[in-house]
């Protein structure tokens, strides 16, 4: 450091010649004050420089942070051909995707995840949302699946049950905040609801009605329920988390709807009438129309989350729009919108967290073509797509060696990136105030 220091130092030289009194005999002091000056500006503009790329990394690097802190992704495993768990923290670690989402309590997928820092809700499957009811049950839960893993695997939420609400069983419905409320008193007894929330994740279907956002209003059918659900997310701070997919709405009539506003590509836009509100992509307006359902009973402090969020790369015939181009720019531009950091119309200055669907293909899923073809990535690793993350090359497979080695590199790296940066800075900042 102390040579690149004097390589600055060099560099004055021929200025401070040129600056050079004629005679040596006498000394002006003009003159001097011209060498003065002119050594004071040179380094003044050298420090400004240094600053100004100082500035340059640490926007570059805080850029990756946010997107980091911002973007999640729902990590499904309904397939026969999917990399193990180590081999999907690896590639996850090299995406810097820092959230992810599990459908069930998988004990190797929690245990992969140890001292990652990635934050990881798990979900409580459908099937046994009723057994978890009983306050006992809802304890021999956590301590099985969840208290041997934290705090170094970074668990932060439960799902109880997935689109509980606008399922068929009304068995299943009306054991789902008994279950909540079960598990959120466990978390206390444990002393782990301060960490980690409670709540479940709802199609969009609970709505009647989603147009205009301001219009927003649960099924009638569902108050009874609804009500009490949102009563428990508005006393523990725990998040209404939504699966939201525009793609549906532009599948079934694409006539009527405007393909770049649901893929949030440039457009005019519609204005909420009652708001005044402008709405340039059609996930925001689905969001707030969920917000004001909630505001309607009584709840409009709940935050709105989208726990499941994207575009099918391929689909049958008849499934319009599922292709790679459109998705691509689905989940491009929602990448752009969680680097910005944006909030929707209603809620400009909140960031919406969102967690993409998803970061696989999964070969076993049911029903038809779409379902199979959401992910960002086959399961031997390669992308189907590239929407900007930087990871592993497309037609390469995880090694978990080398990825390993490529890790503890690139950590070395940072660490060195950054005593540089500090020392550079610590020295600027003693000649600033010498």
């Not at 099937?127 to 705090?151: K, M």
């Not at 917000?291 to 391929?314: F, I, L, N, Q, Y």
């Not at 910005?340 to 200055?349: H, K, S």
């Not at 399961?379 to 797509?385: E, G, K, T």
Request: negative net charge; hydrophobic residues 45%.
């Amino acid at each position: 450091m102390m040579q690149a220091k004097k390589g600055i130092g060099n560099g004055l030289v021929p200025i401070l010649l040129s600056f050079k009194p004629a005679s040596s005999s006498s000394s002006s002091p003009f003159s001097s004050l011209s060498v003065s000056m002119a050594v004071f500006s040179f380094q003044l503009n050298s420090k400004i420089i240094i600053m100004l790329l100082l500035f340059n990394l640490l926007c570059s690097d805080f850029s990756h942070l946010q997107l980091c802190s911002a973007l999640g992704i729902n990590y499904g495993q309904v397939a026969d051909n999917l990399p193990s768990p180590e081999q999907v923290r690896a590639l996850l670690t090299s995406l810097r995707i820092s959230k992810i989402r599990i459908y069930d309590a998988n004990p190797r997928v929690l245990a992969a995840f140890v001292g990652t820092g990635i934050e990881l809700i798990v979900t409580v499957p459908n099937d046994a949302v009723a057994l978890l009811a009983d306050p006992r049950q809802a304890l021999q839960w956590l301590t099985t699946n969840v208290r041997p893993f934290v705090p170094t695997t970074r668990i932060t939420g439960i799902a109880v049950g997935n689109e509980v609400f606008t399922g068929d069983d009304p068995a299943l419905m009306s054991n789902l905040v008994p279950a909540m409320l079960a598990l959120h008193a466990a978390l206390a007894e444990l002393g782990l609801d301060a960490s980690i929330h409670v709540s479940t994740a709802n199609s969009l279907a609970v709505l009647a009605t989603s147009y205009p956002p301001s219009m927003g209003a649960f099924k009638p059918e569902l108050s009874g329920l609804m009500l009490p659900f949102l009563q428990f997310l508005e006393a523990t701070g725990a998040p209404f988390w939504v699966n939201a997919y525009p793609y549906f709405a532009y599948k079934d009539d694409p006539a009527a709807v405007s393909l770049d506003y649901v893929l949030a590509n440039p457009n005019a836009g519609t204005v909420d009438p009652y708001t005044g509100l402008r709405y340039d992509n059609m996930l925001y307006a689905q969001v707030d129309a969920v917000a004001m359902a909630a505001a309607r009973m009584g709840c409009g402090g709940v935050d709105v989350r989208v726990s499941e969020t994207g575009w099918p790369s391929k689909g049958d015939a008849d499934e319009v729009g599922a292709t790679v181009e459109n998705a691509r720019a689905y989940n491009r531009n929602l990448l752009g919108q969680q680097m910005r950091g944006e909030g929707t119309p209603l809620r400009p200055e909140q960031r919406l967290e969102v967690y993409l669907f998803a970061l696989f293909n999964e070969d076993m899923k049911p029903g038809p073509t779409s379902e199979r073809n959401y992910g960002l990535f086959e399961p031997n690793c390669s992308m189907v797509y590239n929407v900007g993350l930087v990871g592993p090359k497309s037609s390469a497979s995880i090694s978990l060696t080398s990825s390993a080695s490529k890790g503890k590199g690139k950590e070395e790296g940072r660490l060195w990136y950054w005593i540089i940066i500090i020392l550079i800075f610590s020295l600027t900042l003693q000649d600033f105030i010498s």
